[in-house]
């Protein structure tokens, strides 16, 4: 089972600031896809960014964007100008390419606070 | 503009008593999850359907069995639940694999 490390289980961050949330993983593949994913206190799990491995360019969602450090398998996500609304819990999550290979496999989770 | 609906979005069980959470979602989306989602532990795949008729088992598939009822439902059952099986569900779908997935909204279940 491939495994998702996210090492810090909470982080602050003033509003306008700007905060990067770590995240590591463990494959012996070249083809895959990472994702982090957002869970704010309704529960509901949405999607803030999506990579595909054989992209050297990292993605970017708005204020969210990702550098993705394949030798080092280090996918860290920044978000940008910090929101009352980026408050929440973010999911990085690691899922092999190819076809018939549906598993998703979630790290732990960090908890980000947002000081007004 | 529904998405994906799960049923019910709190349970309280005895156990060994049994239930099934129900999915359906409305985006013609090929491929259907069950997540479970405990502290400190992030989201696990129970079972995934990643087509209409077919079925396969994720990271912890014992003591749940799943049903594809159709391109739109996808249902967990709970034959005999343990205090164990006390969690969030989740259920999801996704056009195809690899692609985003879609959450429902979760089910709080515990299992006294």
């Known amino acids: 089972a491939q495994t998702v490390t996210q090492s810090q289980p909470e982080m602050s961050v003033q509003e306008a600031e700007t905060v990067t949330l770590s995240c590591t993983y463990d494959?012996?593949?070249?083809?895959?896809?990472l994702f982090w994913y957002k869970q704010p206190p309704s529960r509901q799990m949405i999607l803030v960014i999506r990579?595909?491995?054989?992209?050297?360019q990292n993605a970017t969602e708005n204020r969210f964007s990702v550098n993705f450090q394949k030798a080092a398998k280090s996918f860290s996500l920044k978000i940008s100008d910090s929101q009352l609304g980026d408050a929440a819990m973010y999911f990085c999550?690691?899922?092999?390419?190819?076809?018939?290979?549906?598993?998703?496999?979630f790290g732990a989770g960090t908890t980000v606070t947002v000081r007004a | 503009n529904a998405g994906v609906t799960q049923t019910p979005k709190f349970q309280v069980l005895k156990t060994g008593q049994s239930m099934t959470l129900q999915c359906a979602q409305d985006?013609?989306?090929?491929?259907m999850y069950w997540y479970r989602q405990d502290p400190g532990m992030g989201l696990r795949l129970i079972y995934y359907?990643?087509?209409?008729?077919?079925?396969d088992k994720g990271e912890v598939p014992n003591g749940y069995n799943v049903s594809r009822l159709n391109k739109r439902e996808f249902s967990l059952r709970l034959e005999s639940a343990a205090p164990s099986q006390t969690s969030v569900y989740f259920c999801?779908?996704?056009?195809?694999?690899?692609?985003?997935?879609?959450f429902g909204s979760g089910t709080q279940l515990s299992v006294l």
């Open positions: 985006m013609n989306h090929n491929s």
């Open positions: 359907s990643a087509s209409e008729g077919t079925t």
């Open positions: 990579q595909e491995a054989y992209k050297q």
């Open positions: 999801a779908s996704s056009r195809q694999e690899n692609e985003k997935l879609f």
């Open positions: 494959t012996s593949e070249s083809d895959y896809y």
């Open positions: 999550a690691y899922s092999l390419g190819g076809s018939n290979d549906y598993k998703l496999s």
